[in-house]
């Protein structure tokens, strides 16, 4: 048995780019970002910031279409696909992707103003995410930084 299976909770880093296909099959791309945080040894707090490239495929798609702004926050649940394609000069290339198959609009900087009006995540699913989210807060004795 195996298993491919991606939890992120980060913010959208920039408007979601949608194609529709043949059949009307929708795709949403865009950026996710995770960020951790830590005490490094001299005392300094530390944020590491890593980019994930979003895949949505059809009807979740159009909801990433109509809702999705970049800065929202977002839990998406899916897998990581790598696929490979040639350049422009021959070289083989390679881009991992993940391919969202489950996403719950969590708020985020478009909720304090008050005109978000995007919010499908019921608040009993929000405080779910919230607690599952890890605390990468280091104890001072720890200069691990994970």
Do not use: C
Not at 25 to 35: D, G, K
Not at 60 to 73: C, F, M, P, S, T
Not at 114 to 141: I, L, M, V, Y
């Amino acid at each position: 048995m195996s298993v491919n299976k991606v939890i992120l909770v980060g913010n959208v880093g920039k408007d979601p780019e949608v194609r529709y296909l043949d059949k009307d099959v929708a795709v949403a791309n865009f950026s996710l970002a995770t960020s951790e945080s830590y005490t490094a040894k001299n005392g300094e707090k530390v944020t590491t910031t890593e980019w994930h490239n979003i895949v949505i495929w059809r009807g979740l798609a159009k909801v990433v279409e109509q809702y999705v702004k970049k800065g929202d926050r977002l839990y998406i649940e899916g897998r990581i696909r790598t696929r490979s394609w040639e350049d422009k000069e021959g070289n083989k290339r390679y881009t991992t992707e993940i391919y969202g198959d489950n996403m719950e609009m969590l708020g985020g900087p478009r909720n304090q103003g008050g005109n978000n009006d995007n919010q499908h995540a019921s608040p009993q699913n929000e405080k779910e995410n919230r607690a599952s989210e890890p605390d990468f807060e280091q104890n001072e004795e720890d200069d691990l930084p994970f």
